[in-house]
């Protein structure tokens, strides 16, 4: 197949939702039902053999949270999903930040007990600003929550966006029957409590058809009335709406006991849109060029702890990918190797012969490679909008064992390519400082440490609160705010300089003071291209 067939076929997305609102079981149906794996993994049990496939972490396997993003390649139909899973815990809400950069549609997970919550927002907000495609699946349904009527006009209300339903649900909680497609005027049954794909379907042609009644009773007559209901009051599916990130059909379901997981991957593959175009500082990058770009959105080490290997998640803009193509860094013009570039299913790699536009691929590398970075044949380009975010808690570093402090500052080194944290360098000498938004990426960091690095960490409060990059047009004038200010600056993982503040009036008495040094709340990695704060 040519460039433009091969991106036609791919579909790459992002799974996003408040913390235990059921996405990770979701992930794990997605593969179960597209034949990517033959167990699905319980997400719950921590002491149980089998985890989420998207779960890969020992932290995460007995935690049973999502820390870090994971990406998932499989085949369906006659279409390749780049599924990337996303952590939903707000402490990471830098790393989904960069994932959701990479992704040419989201499908938000809401729980149906709750509804939509804080986080959900938070990233709902993220999509908006990159007007990314949203279906939503309403999760959750085999309990007892709320009315399913009251749910759509929530997501409505609180969204801001029209919702379309194209499934509904039969019940609830210990009445749960199943889901009625919309759209195919049909209802399908699921067995409950299912680890293993299905292959037997049980389909009911026709809302009028009475077996529908005969089978769910009273519970199937109220979600009739409410299926004529939504269809005369829903508007009709708008594909350029959905699109443009304005409008966003809604199925509805049970994850865990594959209620409506199957309408949505079929809905994955007809509604989200093949890989676009993509905007880079010198032109527009179309996927069906010939030539091969690409960004590296996430660094992650050690997956392999036995290697201590890092490896640079690669998101395909446009061309082909062959192994041993020579590919050039654009941040410093070097050439990288490319004879181990893998694909994933999470922690399992392949080796990967090609790739095409919307593919996630790894490359293994130590250090070469740095978040943002724009990868291609040889033609200078830069792609932005991959972003670092000021800190807003500090936390410094002390040694159990004086001795580690080389694997120490390995480790903090690695970690901080990765993004799960920033390290900073004070400027006058003294221990690392550690810059996270949350605190359970410290718990989090202090714990790969010790079981990757073979580190003690202790972590202790640092006094700043506040963190700006700082930047001169006149480079003589921004070495003399860093000697004067000595005390109150550091370096981060890409040496950019950096002022720390213990308070707000720190912060702005410098800015007062030196009005021709510029401070930025946001930074971009592989371009060091600054916003002000």
Not at 294 to 307: E, L, R, S, T, Y
Not at 438 to 467: I, T
Request: net charge negative.
């Amino acid at each position: 197949m040519s460039v433009a067939q091969e991106a036609a076929r791919r579909r790459t997305f992002a799974i996003i939702s408040h913390p235990d609102a059921g996405k990770t079981t979701l992930t794990e149906k997605l593969l179960l039902f597209a034949g990517a794996i033959h167990i699905a993994g319980s997400v719950k049990a921590r002491k149980a053999s089998r985890h989420a496939t998207s779960d890969w972490m020992e932290i995460e396997k007995q935690r049973g949270i999502s820390v870090a993003s994971s990406v998932m390649q499989m085949e369906y139909r006659d279409a390749v999903i780049n599924l990337l899973d996303t952590p939903g815990h707000k402490d990471f809400s830098e790393d989904t930040y960069r994932v959701l950069t990479a992704v040419d549609a989201a499908l938000m997970v809401i729980d149906a007990a709750n509804g939509v919550e804080a986080q959900t927002l938070r990233l709902l907000e993220v999509c908006r600003l990159r007007n990314t495609p949203i279906i939503t699946f309403i999760n959750k349904m085999d309990r007892e929550v709320r009315d399913p009527l009251e749910l759509i006009d929530e997501i409505e209300r609180v969204l801001g966006m029209p919702v379309v339903p194209f499934t509904w649900p039969v019940g609830m909680g210990k009445r749960f029957g199943g889901v009625f497609d919309i759209r195919q005027d049909r209802m399908r049954v699921f067995r409950a409590g299912e680890d293993r794909r299905s292959f037997d379907d049980d389909v009911i042609e026709g809302l009028g058809n009475p077996e529908n009644l005969e089978r769910f009773g009273d519970a199937f007559e109220q979600a009739k009335n409410e299926i004529e209901l939504v269809r005369g009051a829903s508007p009709d599916f708008d594909r350029a709406a959905f699109l443009a990130g304005q409008q966003t059909p809604v199925f509805f379901g049970s994850a865990i006991n594959n209620f409506g997981v199957k309408e949505t991957l079929d809905a994955l593959i007809d509604l989200a849109p093949p890989p676009g175009p993509k905007e880079a500082i010198q032109r527009m990058v179309e996927p069906t060029e010939e030539k091969f770009t690409g960004v590296v959105f996430k660094i992650q080490a050690n997956m392999d702890p036995a290697h201590r290997d890092r490896v640079a998640f690669v998101r395909v803009y446009s061309g082909r990918f062959d192994r041993g193509m020579n590919l050039k860094i654009s941040r410093n013009g070097k050439d990288l190797r490319t004879n181990n570039v893998v694909s994933f299913l999470s922690q399992r790699r392949d080796l990967l012969e090609e790739a095409f536009p919307g593919d996630v691929i790894g490359i293994p590398n130590h250090g070469v490679l740095q978040l943002g970075d724009t990868l291609t044949e040889g033609e200078k380009l830069q792609f932005t909008g991959l972003p670092f975010f000021a800190p807003e808690i500090f936390y410094s570093v002390e040694l159990a064992d004086p001795l580690r402090s080389k694997q120490l500052r390995a480790g903090l080194a690695q970690l901080g390519e990765e993004g799960a944290i920033q390290v900073f360098r004070p400027h006058a000498g003294g221990a690392l400082l550690l810059g996270a938004v949350g605190q359970l990426q410290l718990e989090v960091v202090a714990h790969r440490l010790k079981h990757e690095y073979g580190v003690d960490a202790r972590l202790a409060p640092a006094r700043h609160k506040y963190a700006r990059w700082i930047t001169a047009d006149d480079e003589r004038e921004l070495k003399r705010f860093i000697d004067n200010n000595a005390h109150r600056i550091a370096y981060d993982v890409v040496e950019a300089p950096t002022f720390l503040a213990g308070h707000a009036t720190e912060l702005t008495a410098a800015a007062d003071n030196w009005s021709k040094v510029q401070f930025h709340a946001l930074r971009e990695h592989a371009g060091l291209v600054f916003q002000s704060a």
